[in-house]
């Protein structure tokens, strides 16, 4: 019962540049390749993805620059490396449908969303993505704060 209530515990972590800068095309969750003190930093929230992105090497799907900081509680040469590239596990049809994506002008692959399944295994959310303007920026922003105003006043 405790080992439940401590997986629900994880936080799941978001990239809200992601939003601000990208459209999102299309989704997937895929698993993520990671070490056993990567996993206890994870847990404590301890991750930075605002300049992460993915790449195929060798039709394999690595995420880069996304920063795990080391685990507090162990010793300096049990740690894992911070910036490492670390492997995405997809399925080969998501891979194809990924790499078939890229080929397109101004798409890239970035992660969205990373958090713990039911079964206590890491996920990253990833999207097929492609940059905004500056005017969809400022749409953006024009309708966060339009639905604000309505939920204030539905308060009220």
Known sequence: MAKKEAKNLAPTLVNRKASHEYHFVEKFVAGIQLVGTEVKSVREG???????????EQAELFVKN???????????????EPMRKRKLLLTARELKRLEKGIQETGVTIIPVRLFFSERGL?????????GKKLFDKRETIKER???REMQRNLKD
């Open 46 to 56: 301890k991750v930075q993805m605002q300049d992460a992105y993915c790449v195929f």
């Open 66 to 80: 996304m920063q795990i900081s080391p685990y507090g509680q162990s010793a300096d040469f049990f740690n894992h």
């Open 122 to 130: 890491a996920k990253l959310e990833i999207a097929l993505a492609r």
């Open 145 to 147: 704060e339009v639905t």
